[in-house]
């Protein structure tokens, strides 16, 4: 799958006259609790020749692809745009330049963005928006007794990273078993994770489960603390220049 995936984003690349700068993988893959049958969200940065950007009229700055009967999900943000986003320390974006599945990369560039990155963190952003997103699974949740093994973990690791937020000064690793062993949980619910994490690589995304009330419990627990402390939190110190330079950088680097 990877050997088609980078004949996909090759065939991308020659048709839209772009370089890829950044290609990875995101989502349960990239969090690490994949499903048999989950499928492949690749996220893109990249860039256009300096000509596109010197222009008056207003261009289309994403990239979006559905192929393999729409296992592969390809989507990409225009390196004009991921910077703009950056610059508001916008979530996924901090995630997708984090993850260990890695498609293409120009190692200079994610290098560059990695280390600005940690300036443009915001704790106070990104806590709004994961506490938005565990809301909302955890309202998924609690409408039926049985539930998609996916949602629950799209809440449980919402509610980590609000944690993880409130405590630490750094950014949230996109990888989740980086996060739950770091938060002073009790060893039961650790190892509870674990098995689940085990069984929901062992089945289909549309496998139902109901229970595990400890660790709704805790879920609850983190969002009610996220939702009390969540204004009390610092914003970045993002300089807008370093962006630029970075901008510039990587459009000269790419003119020929």
């Known amino acids: 799958m990877t050997d088609k995936i980078r004949k996909y984003l090759k065939s991308i690349e020659e048709s839209k006259n772009i370089e890829i700068l950044w290609a990875c993988e995101t989502g349960s893959r990239a969090w690490g609790f994949a499903s048999t049958d989950s499928d492949f969200d690749i996220r893109l940065i990249y860039v256009h020749k300096k000509d596109w950007y010197l222009s008056l009229s207003e261009k289309k700055d994403t990239i979006d692809k559905m192929l393999e009967n729409n296992d592969i999900d390809i989507s990409g943000w225009d390196l004009k745009k991921s910077l703009a986003l950056l610059r508001k320390s916008n979530a996924p974006i901090l995630e997708r330049i984090q993850s260990p599945i890695v498609y293409k990369s120009d190692p200079e560039f994610i290098n560059d963005i990695l280390d600005i990155s940690n300036t443009c963190y915001s704790r106070i952003a990104t806590i709004h928006h994961y506490l938005s997103m ?78 595990e009330q400890p660790l709704l419990d805790l879920i609850q627990n983190f969002n009610e603390e996220a939702e009390l402390k969540k204004e009390t939190l610092p914003p970045s110190k993002c300089d807008s220049s370093q962006l630029d330079r970075i901008f510039r950088k990587y459009i000269s680097k790419y003119d020929n």
Do not use: M, Q
């Open 134 to 211: 565990s809301k909302k699974f955890v309202a998924d949740l609690e409408l039926n007794r049985d539930y998609k093994l996916k949602k629950f973990f799209y809440a449980l690791r919402s509610a980590f990273v609000c944690k993880w937020i409130l405590e630490k000064k750094e950014k949230p690793p996109i990888e989740f078993d980086k996060i739950y062993p770091n938060l002073g949980i009790e060893s039961t619910l650790i190892s509870r994770i674990e098995e689940l994490i085990k069984l929901k690589s062992s089945i289909t995304e549309s496998y139902l489960h109901s229970g």
